[in-house]
């Protein structure tokens, strides 16, 4: 992966570079008492098909409850910040002003706080100084009218009903949007109304993709584009391999490894015939290969890295680093996320802190039966080989008293770690089962990802390891 960090790099700077010489500041502006003395952290994605978060600028509350930033985009920017309980987002446009109308703040409980999966509730912030030509009064108006009749559209197709008139619905909804000349929000109306053919199987795959992807601009970050496009094309190397045409796709991933191979396979597909749409199809179907058994995980990434370092397309380069780090931070032979968390007695231990040493990473809960058995074996795995190897047991508890009565009962010494002041850590690990093994080698690099459990022959696992790199 060096050498695709060093081309990230330069390719990174040519893009700051234009971005900072046609960006234009967003003034963001506000007064909410509730919030004072904190930090409002906005975030951007920095592409529709992995999702990834990524900071574009904050805001400090002063103690008075004003605040007032700049925030840089070059065009019509989905932006979201998480306070609390809640998820608020907008639209920024360059070169605009936006004074926001906070919600009151309600904090998560620490239930709330400690579920890794707990799900924001989203909403468009309140603007004060908008008109009803802003593109946050149309889209939020739209959505409002949209939604209710989509819902009920959709309820009525699942349940067989017929005549859904869709047209008469996109028509009466046009007759109130149609007058706003503004480029994002007349993307955003034409492929929410896609959306909704697509899902009443008004129009099957093939002929979305016809309609409004062949020849058309890929608009990055058109929430309501890219939206349909995920849906269109989600797994599409499955959906195709099983056309006559397709029957080449398992082999030219699975076995030729092969970029050009798998680009020239999907050049048969007409749909496809404009190579921008189809590389990022590409891209697509290589994140949602990484997430189904079907193919090689090895091989996507080979074909992966290819499309990296051919590709001309900066947004391309972006999603591809994207796709790489989201699916090889648990594989064996790469780095796992950091994290510090305190122990029993309130010190912070970081994963580092065992650089050099083997550890043998767990998560369990104190009341898991199946954790509590094999807390009685780790003890003997540790007092045998604690030279080489270090154990840390993430306990996911609510309490973290939990932890300091187990030990005081039971006498174990290895480190014991609570997950409240990281909970996402459960995410980090892909946590889905306690307990839950990794074992991690003394360059920090995953070497089991999972780990076998103590009574699942790790100790052999951990002798031919420990053999073959030469430590015993």
Not at 70 to 98: C, D, M
Not at 272 to 293: A, R, W
Not at 397 to 411: Q, R, Y
Not at 419 to 445: C, M, S
Request: hydrophobic content about 35%; aromatic content about 14%; some cysteine.
């Amino acid at each position: 992966m060096n050498k695709i960090t060093s081309k990230s790099a330069v390719v990174l700077l040519l893009m700051l570079w234009a971005f900072s010489a046609i960006a234009q500041p967003v003034s963001i502006t506000g007064l909410s008492k509730s919030y004072a003395g904190e930090e409002i952290v906005f975030y951007h994605y920095s592409d529709l098909i992995t999702m990834t978060e990524e900071e574009i600028g904050r805001c400090r509350v002063e103690s008075s409850g004003a605040f007032s930033c700049q925030i840089k985009v070059n065009e019509t920017t989905y932006l979201f910040s998480h306070l609390g309980i809640y998820r608020i987002y907008l639209f920024a446009e360059p070169g605009k002003t936006y004074n926001l109308a906070l919600p009151t703040k309600e904090s998560k409980s620490e239930s709330q706080r400690l579920n890794p999966y707990f799900r924001e509730t989203d909403m468009f912030v309140g603007i004060t100084n908008i008109d009803k030509n802003d593109i946050n009064y149309l889209t939020n108006s739209f959505d409002l009218s949209f939604n209710e009749k989509f819902d009920l559209i959709i309820n009525d197709t699942y349940k067989g009903k017929p005549n859904i008139n869709i047209d008469s619905l996109i028509n009466t909804l046009e007759s109130r949007y149609a007058q706003f000349k503004i480029p994002y929000f007349n993307i955003y109306r034409y492929y929410r109304y896609g959306l909704l053919k697509q899902l009443t199987y008004i129009q099957k795959a093939r002929s979305t993709s016809e309609h409004y992807f062949l020849n058309k601009p890929v608009m990055y970050n058109n929430t309501a584009f890219m939206e349909l496009f995920n849906l269109v094309y989600d797994k599409y190397f499955i959906f195709f391999s099983r056309t006559e045409k397709g029957d080449a796709v398992f082999k030219n991933i699975s076995q030729d490894k092969s970029y050009s191979a798998l680009n020239k396979t999907l050049s048969t597909d007409n749909v496809l015939s404009n190579d921008t749409l189809k590389e990022l199809v590409i891209l697509k179907g290589l994140h949602d290969g990484f997430f189904d058994d079907k193919f090689s995980r090895s091989a996507l990434l080979t074909i992966l890295d290819s499309l990296y370092f051919t590709t001309k397309i900066p947004e391309h380069l972006v999603i591809a680093e994207n796709i790489r780090t989201k699916v090889t931070h648990l594989l064996a032979g790469f780095v796992p996320a950091p994290f510090e968390l305190y122990d029993s007695k309130g010190k912070l231990i970081k994963l580092d802190d065992f650089k050099g040493k083997y550890v043998y990473l767990n998560f369990c809960t104190t009341s898991s039966y199946t954790c509590l058995q094999e807390f009685t074996i780790l003890q003997k795995l540790y007092e045998k080989h604690k030279q080489l190897l270090e154990i840390i047991t993430v306990c996911v508890d609510n309490d973290k008293e939990d932890i300091s009565n187990l030990l005081k009962n039971t006498g174990y010494d290895w480190t014991f770690l609570h997950y409240g002041n990281k909970p996402e850590i459960v995410k980090d690990f892909d946590i889905r089962a306690y307990p839950t093994y990794f074992l991690i080698g003394p360059d920090r690099k995953l070497l089991l990802s999972p780990a076998p459990s103590p009574r699942e022959d790790f100790e052999v696992r951990l002798f031919k390891i420990l053999r073959s790199r030469g430590d015993i």
